[in-house]
């Protein structure tokens, strides 16, 4: 899969920078799973743009931030399950719209098995051209927090 270059809809628009330094404050990343070289968000990343795909790199031992293209956004998902539960990635902090909750593949992955958190006002996500805030987020943003469950 290759992300969107042309600026599909929300495909390639890019995370605000406060809101990446708001989680990565608290979950440290080290692993940018769905970027170009010129947008990550980490030292390291699976670049679009040099033929890296998320998709299809292992996550192991990686804190995953992910912004996926939202066209794409249930292989994003489906990808992250399975990472965290079977692969020791020990968390994915995966940015989605709030429209996506009604959707079969949250009901399957992240209902009932995952921590989230609908974002309160409307992110403005940044433009990859001009680089600046792009108004018309119409569906809010959840923020999901894949991880292990906790067992005694």
């Known amino acids: 899969m290759k992300r969107n270059q042309k600026g599909k809809g929300n495909d390639n628009m890019e995370t605000p920078q406060d809101l990446f330094d708001q989680l990565n404050r608290i979950f440290n990343f080290n692993f940018d799973a769905a970027c170009t070289s010129k947008n990550s968000k980490c030292k390291n990343g699976a670049f679009f743009d040099k033929k890296m795909d998320g998709l299809n790199v292992s996550w192991r031992n990686k804190r995953v931030f992910c912004n996926p293209p939202f066209s794409q956004k249930s292989l994003w998902i489906e990808k992250a399950y399975k990472e965290v539960l079977d692969n020791d990635c020990p968390i994915c902090v995966m ?38 805030p792009k108004s018309g987020n119409d569906s809010g943003t959840t923020v999901v927090y894949f991880a292990k469950p906790i067992v005694s």
Request: charged share 20%; aromatic share 14%.
């Open 95 to 132: 940015i989605l719209p709030t429209n996506s909750m009604d959707s079969r593949v949250w009901q399957k992955f992240i209902y009932g098995q995952c921590h989230y958190q609908i974002v309160t006002g409307r992110i403005s996500f940044i433009d990859p051209e001009t680089k600046k």
